[in-house]
Structures are given as structure tokens and as C-alpha cells.
């Protein structure tokens, strides 16, 4: 029985993905037993954002996480003498990063998504698909 105090925790699963350029790859996911914060199953985004969202076997998307710092495109540098400013350069596209997404039961999939500016005609911003994966279950 549960606590009437306790809310039951929605199901999560953990994401680890792998990315060089534009590439994506799921490497692993993994059930967690956590509290998600920071998701909107209508979410406001901003062009260029990257965000990964949790879809039904329809593509409806069912949530949307955040992926702050993903697809970084510059490194910071420190130079060898303390006394000069460490500086960011541009570099190539590569690393990994991790999100914990809400996986209801109806959740099939999921879908890492680049939010592109909006087209000369349309007033919102459009979301660019970089690769969906399936949920293991």
C-alpha cells in the first residue's frame, strides 16, 4: 500500500548517447528510480536547442527533456602561463552526453531532436530529427 503522503514515482529510463558531427548513436539505456524535473510535455524551446523527447508508437511525442550541453562545438583551452585568460576554440562535433527521460507505458521511442529557426513563412520554430531510437523494454 502506498503512503497517502508518497506519490508514486513515474517510470524513467536513463539515455547515454555517443555523437560526432551530426551522427547520433544510442548506446545504452537503463531504467532508473528517479524524480524527472526540468520536462514539459509542451515545452517552449528555442532554435538550436537540443532536446530529446519521448514518443508513442504514433511519433506523438509525449515529453520533452532538455540536453543541455550536447553536440558541443568548441573546447575550452588553458594556456600553460596562469596569468593569461583560458579561451574557447571551435572543434569538431564529438562526444556523449546523458538525459533521464519519462518513459510511461505508452512510450515507444525516442527521438533526439534539434530545434531549427523557423522558415521564412512559418512563425514558430521547426524541429529537425537527428535520429530516433526504439525503447527496450
Same mark, same amino acid.
Given at each position: 500500500?502506498i503512503n497517502?503522503?508518497?506519490t =508514486?514515482?513515474? +517510470?524513467a529510463?536513463?539515455?547515454i548517447?555517443e555523437?560526432?558531427?551530426?551522427?547520433v548513436?544510442?548506446i545504452s539505456?537503463? +531504467?532508473?528510480?528517479?524524480?524527472?524535473?526540468?520536462?514539459?510535455?509542451g #515545452?517552449?524551446?528555442?532554435?538550436?536547442? *537540443?532536446?530529446v523527447d519521448?514518443?508513442?508508437?504514433?511519433?506523438?511525442? *509525449?515529453a520533452?527533456? +532538455? #540536453?543541455p550541453?550536447?553536440?558541443?562545438?568548441?573546447a575550452e583551452v588553458?594556456?600553460e602561463?596562469?596569468t593569461? =585568460?583560458i579561451?574557447?576554440?571551435?572543434?569538431e #562535433?564529438?562526444g556523449a552526453f546523458?538525459?533521464i527521460? @519519462?518513459?510511461p507505458?505508452e512510450?515507444?521511442q525516442v527521438a533526439?531532436?534539434?530545434? #531549427?529557426p @523557423?522558415?521564412?513563412e512559418?512563425?514558430a520554430?521547426?524541429?529537425v530529427?537527428l535520429?530516433?531510437?526504439?525503447?527496450?523494454r
Open positions: 500500500m497517502p503522503q508518497q =508514486p514515482r513515474a +517510470p529510463i536513463r539515455l548517447f555523437y560526432e558531427g551530426d551522427s548513436r544510442l539505456q537503463q +531504467p532508473v528510480d528517479t524524480v524527472i524535473s526540468g520536462f514539459d510535455t #515545452a517552449e524551446t528555442r532554435s538550436g536547442d *537540443l532536446v519521448t514518443r508513442d508508437d504514433s511519433g506523438q511525442r *509525449l520533452r527533456v +532538455p #540536453a550541453g550536447a553536440f558541443r562545438k568548441s588553458f594556456p602561463d596562469h593569461e =585568460p579561451i574557447r576554440v571551435d572543434v #562535433a564529438r546523458t538525459v527521460v @519519462p518513459a507505458a512510450a515507444t533526439v531532436v534539434r530545434v #531549427a @523557423p522558415g521564412r512559418a512563425r520554430t521547426q524541429d530529427d535520429a530516433t531510437f526504439r525503447l527496450e
